[in-house]
């Protein structure tokens, strides 16, 4: 808006000093017609052929002779003349140039003006023309004050172009402008003077200023050509090293844009890449991270030429072609589109958006352009490579680091070269504190036979049979003693690494314990089959030989003797029956139980076989039933109630207390034994765990199991409560069923009840 005023402003001027110049000067020897158009047809041609130094939105400084051209012009022609001749001479050259109309409506008005203050300048230091000093001095003032008016003119316009373009002048830019304009004024200075020597000797001389300005213009080319190339050649070096440098696309293509903008001189990049998605655009506007965007957009003019562009092209608005009908509808003017293709297809296109640089150069940039396109292709191809790659080694990361077996690798010298969170889970030692030593031996690694390995020599041991032995014990970093089932993989050397020997660990700690545990259990088991047997046998035998001479209460010992192993037997028998069960997920709890009557019989049973033991049971005061199989509510009381029997003293009595709570019948089992360690409460639970102060007793291991897995199995379960040393007490809490059944089993009415103390009945 304000460079529109401003345009306007200078036009004003211009009309106003040529009104001043038309009704102040009077020529005195005015030239005729032919010198007139000859002079006019001059300054068309300088500026038709004036190299640009484009800058800043198509308004930048020239470097040509005008003001040489223009000096004879103001020499013979009065005021109103002189300007007319200048703005047509300018306006028609300028419209050959297809220079933008507002930029030729401010040529011309600056011209004019200048073209004004210099005939005013002549005409009051020399307005009769004079052949002398004091005319050459005019002359000489009258064009270093169109140069002024021209200079401080088209600097004003750039400022106001800048500020539109959000850009700050640089003192180097401002030099240089200085500098450049200096040389082309001298330059027209000198031409001035001479052409206007040459009209006085000859008017057609003139034509000498043909060749002056034919020869600035070819040397203003190859001097415009020379920077170009040097720009665009560095610039390319530049965009190439910034896709180089790079291995994302956003980042490269980032730099590589600003790079080619910057070298090319242009006012935008673009880089359109097509995909299934549509068209990504990256876009370049400015220097700097705020002058880059990525967005994804219908891109009418890459898709018109995506196809048709066989190489580098240049399009201009309205140039007839489709691309140029595009433009015309765009904000911008001229455009260098350059394909990119990958394997036939076109992958993307390059666009290079209105030049702010200097004219010249121009088969050369295509080149360039078609260079920098194919490297952009390389580099997209490239990182789809290496993130291909990434993708398949974050994939192997991914399997090493949340497999739960230990992998690691370790060199022919020792080193450890890996060592994945799985290991470092079994060990305790992360990779930090292993990877690049040789420290495997902190891991005290031996073999079956306790023989200690040394793994840092491998490279020795590999060959030997058992020399890396499949099962080796370590021992992890809280002093835990491990077994890892171990396979070896050697790899090969290579030229850039060393002999490797890889190592998958699967911890089998718990397996080995589970095996041992088991040979432990068949030997108590066939123990523990054949101990009560003796005892039966023996009596049997006696009864049957010498049964007759026995009394009664010998007789009566002895089935007593019979009857308790049996049951043990029993007992024995059904639970690891039930074990196996368990083990092959066969449960089947359906069904409604009774705890009062199944405990008291379990109690009677018990006392029938341990006369010698007390037992006290408090039966509930309601009726106790819970929903689940009698036999599992059987075999739960029962193995609770024998380990209470059998590891608590003869002559400590052991309580029953069957009570309901909310919804949950509860039979609690209280001894006075040695009660069970804090650690050990929940371990005695598991499959075939014994406490070691209890291995004089003969058993199992599996009660408790049996008891828990069918506890849970109908929603309830058993735990223990115990003080070392003064007892325990099992709780065994199943949930109530809602409906009352008729007690099962024996009644208690069989049972012989020798007293009564408040709600316990004592049994004997
Ligand atoms: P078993 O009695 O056949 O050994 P259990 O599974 O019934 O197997 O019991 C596991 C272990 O728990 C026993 O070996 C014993 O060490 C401990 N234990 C069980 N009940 C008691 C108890 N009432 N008092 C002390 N220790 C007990």
Redesign the pocket.
Known sequence: MLLKLYVAAVAACAAAAATVVATTTNVPHPAGAAVLVMLGLMLGLTEFLQVRQYRYGGHGASHNLIEGVLAPLIFVASGEVVVLVAALALAVADSARRAAPMKTLFNTAQWGLATAAGALVLNALDPSRTRNGVGIAAVCLAIVTMSLVNYVALHIVLLLAMREQGESPTRSRALSELLGGLIANGAALVTGVALVAAYMWSPWLILLGAAFVIGVDAAGRANASLRADHVRLEGMQKATHALAASIDVSTGLHAFLMETRAGFEVHVAELVLFSERGATVHRCTAAGGAGYAVCIEHHPLAEAVATRLPEATRFAAGDGTTAGAILAGSEHTRVLATPMRSGGTTIGVLFLYDRIGMEGFERGELKIADALAREVVSFLERVTLLQAIDAERNKLADILGNTSDGIFSIESDGTITSWNAGLAAMTGYVAEEVVGTRHFGLLRPRDQHGRDLLFERWADLIDTPGGLPGDVQIVSQSGQTLWLSCSYSRIPETETRREVLVVVARNITQARELERLKDDFVA?VSHELRTPLVPIKGWAQTLLNRGDRLNEDQRRTAVQSILAQAQKLESLVL?ILEASRIEAGRTDGDGVADVGGITARIVEDTLASRPDRTLRLRPPSVPANVRGSAVWVERAVS??V???I???PDDEPVDVVITTEGDDVIVS?T?R????AAD?QER??ERF???E???K???????????RRLARAMGGDVT?S?VPGA??T?LLRLPAAPVAVQPTGRVPEQRIIEERDGNVVRLH
Do not use: C, M
């Open positions: 108590a639970n193995n609770i024998a380990n209470a059998k590891y608590s089992v001894d034994g040695p009660g069970i050990a005695i639970f765990e014994r406490l102060e209890s291995r007793q003969t058993g199992t291991g599996l009660g408790l199991y049996i008891t223990v115990s007892g325990s099992f």
